[in-house]
């Protein structure tokens, strides 16, 4: 069996908003990639002021979607008009009209099931354990606190120099978390 290694990383606490997002910033801007931040709620502009791209979920879904759809109508044309043609009250073999409701629920079935699956993977879903977890000053991420965690296994990351730049940029209560 593979041993896993160790997950460490730097914790630092920040007093709000706008102090957060200034310091995803000059985080993104020092050059560190392995970073987050955490908040009690969403902030808008973290995902700029984190240098993150968009997420490519959008054109997942609507491909998917399509496909669905696509797929939905061909079923249908291949079952009425090719494989079993019956002439039902002298309506055409493709009656179109009639495969709306199926193609429309194939398309809502194949996208919705493509954004579950795609936000879990593009998300690192699930993730039952993380190294912030062992922080018990991180507890209060839910509340009323805001953090920002920098992972040791950032190339950019030296511990001093990880903290110095914490701390100039208004860090506080700033920890080397360790994975027990």
């Known amino acids: 069996m593979k041993k896993q290694k160790k997950h460490d990383l730097v914790l ?23 970073f987050d931040c955490h908040s009690p709620f969403p902030i808008h502009g973290m995902d700029e002021a984190m240098g993150l791209k968009r997420s490519p979920l959008g054109w997942m879904v609507g491909i998917m979607s399509l496909t669905g759809a696509a797929l939905g109508m061909a079923l249908q044309w291949w079952t009425s008009a090719v494989d079993y043609p019956l002439v039902i009250a002298g309506k055409p073999f493709f009656s179109y009209q009639a495969f709306v409701p199926v193609t429309f629920g194939l398309a809502v079935l194949f996208g919705a099931v493509t954004a579950l699956f795609g936000m879990l993977y593009l998300n690192r879903l699930p993730k039952p354990w993380h190294p912030v977890f062992f922080s018990e000053n991180f507890s209060r991420f839910s509340d009323d606190a805001f953090f920002v965690s920098i992972d040791t296994d ?9 903290i110095d730049l914490l701390k100039s940029i208004g860090g506080g209560t700033i920890e080397h978390v360790h994975e027990k």
């Open 154 to 162: 950032d190339p950019q990351f030296d511990e001093k120099q990880t």
């Open 12 to 34: 630092a606490e920040f007093d709000g908003v706008s102090e957060l997002l200034a310091a995803a910033e000059k985080i993104r801007d020092a050059g560190y990639k392995k």
